[in-house]
């Protein structure tokens, strides 16, 4: 929404906003932006009436903004379809859906359209370093977007992406995820497949070799060119030669011309070597040079919350990482692990996606913290589960902890120089992250 905001913004609208909860680097974004926020749903702020209302997924009926607009019989939308209308219409779309990675491969794609002089709009989920902003019209013809599958509003079900219309589709990976509005992975898989048929058959489907998931999705009707691309095996774009230490090096072999060419990234871990991939595909796909997209990588710098070193102090290591599913969280730790080596890592999760609120994921968020050394679990009273039932299921040493402050003094009693602290949210944290480094930079350390 953050974004949307923006893309207002650039068009000339007066663009206000309200929510409960805003936090960096959103916040800092927004406030930089002069886009007011508003705490709260004071249906005075409604007054006098806006020309348009777009309400986010996240609120429903019972509202009091929400209730006022309906009253009012106020003009509202909900975001994607007011992106369809001003600002997708007649450009060439590339959306990047996908359980994981969505944000990363879209901030990448848009990075390299924008190195090879293509004036790209997008609409990233987050902050790239190389963007100073998530949004922006362009001034080309192509246009990159997020592509979630979360549904649009309370009034409209459907997945935000059916909006989109893309020419371009990145399908990154596809898991069981949402689990407060989808019951099961099928019902997932129908919203993809909603999004396959509104590619035209002069379009392009991108997607991992070897999902099975992904290929049930195509297998219910696909009338566009598809382009694979993974690790060994049947691809058209083959990841090989595959290195990593402090950062990442592989090389892409372009099947059907028989190109190889060398990337060299900062992101770590295989499975951004794949979410570079499937950017570089993309770009491939609207004619970029295979040559040119490898080379735009090198200069991408990431995107915050993702694994995202925000201190040092004291010979102690600290990220902030956007862990919203068990599969992100392993894919994470392990390619930290890779790099690393056998220095300590110590996690701080809070299970705030509504996902992980549910519990669902539980036995599977557990396997994913394997590669830690000690974990302290966040548990606040919104979360609707025991989580010391998560702390049985850990191998390493763990801890469920209810106050932020409990957790910071058992990490100050914890660590000792040459560790690295990951913190593990989607969300705020309750501002743990500032705190944290205060305190590690006021102790000492064993």
């Not at 299921?393 to 106050?403: A, D, Q, S, V």
């Amino acid at each position: 929404m953050a974004g949307i905001a923006e893309l207002g913004v650039q068009l000339g609208h007066h663009v206000t906003g309200s929510d409960t909860s805003v936090y960096p680097p959103m916040s800092d974004f927004l406030g930089k932006q002069g886009i007011e926020i508003l705490e709260g749903y004071d249906p005075r702020q409604l007054v006098p009436s806006p020309d348009i209302v777009l309400i986010g997924n996240a609120l429903s009926r019972g509202n009091e903004c929400v209730e006022a607009v309906l009253n009012r019989h106020l003009a509202y939308q909900s975001g994607p379809q007011w992106l369809s209308e001003h600002v997708l219409q007649g450009r060439h779309v590339i959306a990047i859906s996908g359980t994981h990675g969505k944000t990363t491969t879209t901030s990448i794609a848009s990075w390299i359209l924008d190195r090879c002089g293509l004036e790209p709009g997008y609409l990233i989920g987050g902050i790239a370093q190389n963007f100073d902003r998530p949004a922006n019209l362009g001034g080309g013809r192509y246009f990159v977007i997020e592509a979630d599958e979360y549904d649009s509003a309370f009034f409209d079900k459907r997945s935000k992406f059916v909006h989109y219309r893309p020419d371009t589709l990145v399908i990154n990976n596809l898991e069981y995820d949402h689990a407060d509005i989808f019951p099961d992975l099928e019902s997932i898989k129908r919203q993809f497949h909603h999004l396959v048929r509104t590619v035209p058959s002069d379009g392009t489907v991108i997607l991992p070799g070897r999902d099975n998931d992904i290929e049930d999705v195509l297998k219910r009707g696909c009338w566009s060119e598809t382009v694979r691309f993974g690790f060994d095996a049947p691809v058209d774009v083959e990841v090989i030669d595959y290195t990593q230490q402090h950062s990442t090096q592989f090389a892409l072999r372009d099947k059907s011309s028989g190109e190889t060419v060398s990337v060299n990234c900062e992101l770590l871990g295989r499975h951004n070597a794949l979410n570079a991939t499937a950017a570089i595909c993309a770009a491939t796909a609207i004619g970029v040079p295979l040559e040119q997209a490898g080379a735009a990588l090198e200069s991408f710098r990431g995107v915050k919350r993702r694994l995202e070193i925000i201190g040092k102090t004291n010979g102690i290591t600290v990220y902030d990482d956007f862990a919203h599913h068990p599969s992100a969280i392993e894919a994470t730790l392990s390619a930290l692990r890779v790099t690393v080596g056998r220095d300590r890592i110590i996690c701080l999760v809070e299970p705030r996606s509504n996902t992980m609120r549910l519990g669902v994921h539980n036995e599977r968020t557990a396997r994913a913290l394997d590669t830690a050394d000690c974990i302290f679990i966040y548990h606040d009273l919104n979360l609707n589960w025991d989580s010391a039932s998560l702390i049985d299921k850990l191998k390493p040493p763990g801890e469920c902890l209810h106050g932020i402050d409990d957790i910071i003094q058992r990490v100050m009693t914890e660590c000792r120089t040459g560790d690295h602290i990951v913190i593990m949210s989607n969300g705020s944290f309750a501002n743990i992250h500032t705190r944290l480094l205060s305190a590690l930079g006021r102790g000492s350390n064993n």
